[in-house]
């Protein structure tokens, strides 16, 4: 029980960061609704078929389910928001260790995103399959 809780509560938190991202520029939106939805799938099934129906993130779950796709215009986003925070982190007074820290794992986290297929590929394909 107090282990749902606390998925529930990541879960949460996670979803919180993504709305801020909608907002806030130099903030990834894709990858805190896929942790939320893998937190939520843990400790809430209420929690994980909200996202999944959500107008905003529904439609994203939605394709990373169906065909482990992210769409193109949430690539391009991510990306941008990563170069931005690489700036802000290379500029910042933080300990040079922090910086190759973090920007190893955003380097990581950005190689993983390209590596996904575009949704908008994916319905290409599916369109060109039944013609």
Same mark, same amino acid.
């Given at each position: 029980? !107090?282990?749902?809780?606390?998925?529930?509560?990541?879960?949460? =938190?996670? #979803?919180? =960061?993504?709305?801020?991202?909608? =907002?806030?520029?130099? +903030?990834?939106?894709?990858?805190? =609704?896929? !942790?939320?939805?893998?937190?939520?799938?843990?400790?809430?099934?209420?929690?994980?078929?909200?996202?999944?129906?959500? $107008?905003?993130?529904? $439609?994203?779950?939605?394709?990373? &389910?169906?065909?482990?796709?992210?769409?193109?215009?949430?690539?391009?986003?991510?990306?941008?928001?990563? !170069?931005?925070?690489?700036?802000? #982190?290379? !500029?910042?007074?933080?300990?040079?260790?922090?910086?190759?820290?973090?920007?190893?794992?955003?380097?990581?986290?950005?190689?993983?995103? +390209?590596?996904?297929?575009?949704?908008?590929?994916?319905?290409?394909?599916?369109?060109?399959? &039944?013609?």
């Amino acid at each position: 029980m !107090l282990r749902n809780k606390l998925w529930s509560l990541l879960a949460l =938190v996670f #979803i919180a =960061v993504a709305f801020i991202g909608v =907002v806030l520029p130099g +903030l990834p939106t894709t990858e805190f =609704v896929l !942790l939320a939805l893998w937190a939520s799938a843990k400790g809430s099934p209420k929690l994980q078929a909200w996202l999944t129906h959500h $107008p905003v993130f529904g $439609p994203l779950i939605q394709q990373w &389910h169906q065909h482990k796709a992210i769409p193109k215009r949430a690539k391009v986003i991510a990306a941008i928001s990563m !170069l931005i925070s690489a700036g802000m #982190i290379y !500029l910042s007074t933080m300990p040079i260790w922090v910086k190759c820290a973090l920007l190893s794992t955003m380097l990581i986290v950005f190689i993983w995103l +390209l590596s996904r297929p575009d949704s908008n590929k994916k319905k290409q394909e599916i369109l060109t399959l &039944h013609h």
